[in-house]
């Protein structure tokens, strides 16, 4: 039987974090050997919203060992950057025309983005989501492993899918259709817990990787000790109950993250708290984060010490990723009428 086909990526804007462990790279490891894998960096993302350098490549490098430190399997998913696989800009002008001014404008994560440019806002902030679709269509996508953050961005690139789908394929989604459609219809898959851990110093926002201060992430290559103190000067509240609701949100971000690296459910997280104090729950999750961490931040630097072998990594998943895009855009380009290359 075919495997479904799953893609996710990460922007190596900086150092990965635990919200991007949980919310997205722990369940790829999870998932790898049920679903045809592809997992990228999204270096391309990154120039949407602060300008190139040379800590964007060494950047890239460790997004990539970090996936290999986390456990991801080279041989079983296809693994590459982004900026590797051309076809990727091309199908994103193509998606371009074809998207509308209104429907990218409501996307909360520009809105969010964009206020700190002031005037100058990027073009590439605003069609940030449309290159997105093109990571997801080139490769027939049927699931998007993701955080909250990204499901509008992953309904718009449904969206999308349909109307060029109903254009230059119709009739596809009739009963008995024979009408092969553009692009697969993905879907997003977001974890019932951990889909937004939120940061150590507001915790009324996500934890970002680029957030200023740099308490409120814990980086997944940070020591045992930066880990400890973070964790005990996480913000909660002036109360002393533990207790997982929404007024407590920086209570409930512990909890969260406690019962997703342990497996327990929150309520079974929260049950072991009765009668104890803040402080003890800040003592246990920061060593739960602690030995999460610590082998994936040792596992990274070994393999940082590496290139050439990340090379070979990314030049065979390139490879493997080019074959399959280059199909989709082949097809694409002839419905719009481009003269195909010989
Ligand atoms: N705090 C989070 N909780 C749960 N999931 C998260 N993700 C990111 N932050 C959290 C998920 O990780 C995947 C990769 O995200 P990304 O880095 O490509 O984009 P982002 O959502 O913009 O992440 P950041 O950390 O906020 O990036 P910066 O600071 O560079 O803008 C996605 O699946 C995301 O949902």
């Known amino acids: 039987m075919t495997k479904k086909i799953m893609l996710s990526a990460v922007q190596p804007s900086n150092r990965l974090t635990i919200g991007n462990y949980v919310g997205a790279v ?16 999204v270096d391309m993302h990154v120039i949407t919203n602060s300008r190139g350098s040379e800590d964007l490549k060494r950047q890239t490098y460790e997004t990539i060992a970090t996936y290999l430190a986390c456990g991801l399997d080279p041989e079983a998913a296809t693994l590459f950057v982004q900026s590797h696989v051309k076809e990727h800009a091309e199908l994103s002008w193509i998606l371009t025309c074809h998207a509308t001014m209104g429907e990218v404008s409501r996307m909360t994560q520009f809105k969010d983005k964009s206020s700190k440019h002031g005037e100058m806002i990027p073009m590439g902030l605003f069609a940030y989501p449309v290159l997105m679709a093109a990571d997801i269509l080139l490769y027939q996508t049927n699931l998007v492993p993701v955080g909250a953050d990204q499901k509008q961005h992953v309904e718009l690139t449904r969206d999308l899918a349909m109307r060029m789908n109903n254009h230059y394929t119709p009739g596809w989604n009739k009963e008995g259709a024979t009408t092969k ?26 934890m970002s990787k680029s957030d200023a201060d740099p308490k409120a992430t814990l980086f997944l290559n940070d020591t045992d000790k ?18 997982a609701s929404d007024e407590k949100p920086g209570i409930l971000n512990l909890l969260t993250l406690q019962s997703v690296l342990t497996g327990r459910t929150i ?12 402080g003890h729950l800040k003592v246990d ?7 999460t ?10 393999l940082m010490g590496d290139l050439t072998y990340l090379d070979q990594v990314l030049k065979r998943g390139a490879e493997r990723a080019r074959e399959r895009a280059a199909r989709t855009l082949k097809a694409v380009s002839a419905k719009i009428g481009f003269i195909p290359t010989t």
């Open 226 to 243: 930066e880990i400890e103190k973070k964790v005990k000067s996480a913000v909660t509240d002036s109360g002393s109950e533990i207790k």
């Open 267 to 278: 309520a079974e997280v929260e049950a072991a708290y009765v009668g104890k104090q803040y």
């Open 26 to 41: 722990m369940n790829w490891t999870k998932m790898q050997k049920d679903y045809d894998c592809i997992f990228f960096a």
């Open 293 to 302: 961490i610590r082998p994936v931040r040792e596992k990274t630097a070994q």
């Open 181 to 206: 459609p553009l692009f697969a219809l993905p879907d997003p898959w977001i974890p019932k817990e951990g889909g937004k851990i939120l940061s150590l110093q507001d915790p009324t926002k996500k």
């Open 285 to 291: 999750t920061a060593g739960i984060c602690v030995d």
